[in-house]
């Protein structure tokens, strides 16, 4: 049974960081693609992060420089650490995992709530 199970979520004050886990049980963890999106009320899902299996990431225009995406292989786990924060961002964050086949999965979200 495949579960990518994420953590970290909460409420923070502007200006402040977050550091988001993503546990992933079930797959080849080391040959997965691995994302975080998500998706504020209203609004379409986007991506936040990818880190490729060979380490190599990318970020859209609207994190790049806060946030910081990272694997562990050996513990099956990704990571994004998010400094700055802004109300902007907040949003249900989810982990999602792809293979080279498009075999997609996905986790349950975290709630991050940017607020003063």
């Known amino acids: 049974q495949v579960q990518l199970v994420e953590s970290g979520g909460g409420l923070v004050q502007p200006g402040g960081s977050l550091r988001l886990s993503c546990a992933v049980s079930?797959?080849?963890?080391?040959?997965?693609?691995m994302g975080w999106y998500r998706q504020a009320p209203g609004k379409q899902r986007e991506l936040v992060a990818v880190?490729?299996?060979?380490?190599?990431?990318n970020y859209p225009d609207s994190v790049k420089g806060r946030f910081t995406i990272s694997r562990d292989n050996a513990k099956n786990t990704v990571y994004l650490q998010m400094n700055t924060l802004k109300p902007e961002d907040t949003a249900v964050y989810y982990c999602?995992?792809?293979?080279?086949?498009?075999?997609?999965?996905w986790g349950q979200g975290t709630q991050v709530t940017v607020s003063s």
């Open positions: 999602n995992a792809v293979d080279i086949t498009a075999l997609t999965f």
């Open positions: 880190i490729r299996s060979g380490g190599s990431t």
């Open positions: 079930g797959i080849n963890f080391s040959r997965y693609t």
